[in-house]
């Protein structure tokens, strides 16, 4: 395994869930590490988990649905260790949707924070990326590859997300930039738990995920953050535009009808 020993990496929504995965991951295995949330609170124990193991980090608190925010983050990032090698946007949000679908207020907070975040990231970090010849891995969801009735604002969002890394990779092939997305299914993570507690509560809200997952389990962050850490080493050195589905094998297709009891 290529080791990320020297490499300069970003990953927002850090604080939690995938991102705290993936900022770990990345710091075990040598990178410098700057973590983007909005809790300094969970920020600083995410800074103090990495630096228990030996590594460097950084916290920077952020509203990435800003431009100043996003700007301000690749700045500090740049300040304190001269370079970017590695953009992990993880940053973004889900809301429950009633029968009708989403509010407005929900539409524009879901598209802003996941699609406009991202892009916001991407584009304040590409010019250093230029010269590292970086990577940028992007947090789509099996959500963006097919239909959800229920969330059809998530799922529009996230297919956005995996347009535009698609778009973003075709733009900076040339210019030496790998752009990929990962895709993954359903996770124990913070978000999850929520979405359960305000719709039909923990138990039946994993009792359907597990039904509807081939594998018949829900994944670790740590399951989703390997493969993020895999799109922006050099062992993906061939790799850009793609989708990397880490799904349990959701978004494959439809399953025998006795597996969704």
């Known amino acids: 395994m290529t080791s990320l020993r020297s490499r300069v990496a970003i990953i927002t929504g850090g604080t939690s869930g995938i991102g705290r995965a993936a900022a770990v991951l990345m710091a075990k295995d040598g990178a410098q590490v700057v973590v983007s949330g909005r809790s300094s609170e969970r920020g600083a124990e995410v800074v103090a988990q990495i630096e228990q193991i030996g590594g460097q980090a950084l916290f920077v608190a952020a509203d990435l649905c800003r431009a100043a925010d996003a700007d301000r983050l690749i700045a500090r990032c740049v300040e304190r260790f001269g370079t970017i090698d590695i953009l992990v946007n993880c940053g973004g949000v889900n809301a429950k949707e009633g029968l009708d679908g989403p509010t407005e207020e929900d539409w524009d907070l879901i598209f802003a924070a996941n699609v406009k975040g991202t892009w916001l990231c991407c584009r304040a970090a590409l010019p250093f990326l230029i010269k590292s010849h970086g ?127």
């Open 135 to 261: 990577a940028i891995v992007n947090l789509g969801s099996n959500s963006g590859m097919v239909g959800v009735a229920g969330s059809p604002s998530y799922a529009a969002s996230k297919a956005a997300v995996i347009n535009l890394t698609k778009s973003l990779a075709l733009a900076y092939a040339d210019q030496g930039v790998r752009i990929n997305a990962v895709c993954p299914g359903p996770v124990e993570t913070p978000m999850i738990y929520a979405s359960w507690e305000r719709g039909v509560g923990e138990a039946e809200g994993r009792r359907l995920a597990q039904a509807m997952c081939p594998v018949g389990r829900l994944a670790s962050p740590i399951e989703v953050a390997g493969a993020i850490r895999f799109l922006a080493s050099s062992e993906a050195s061939f790799i850009t535009g793609s989708t990397l589905s880490v799904d349990g094998g959701k978004s494959s297709g439809i399953m025998r009808p006795d597996r969704y009891a």
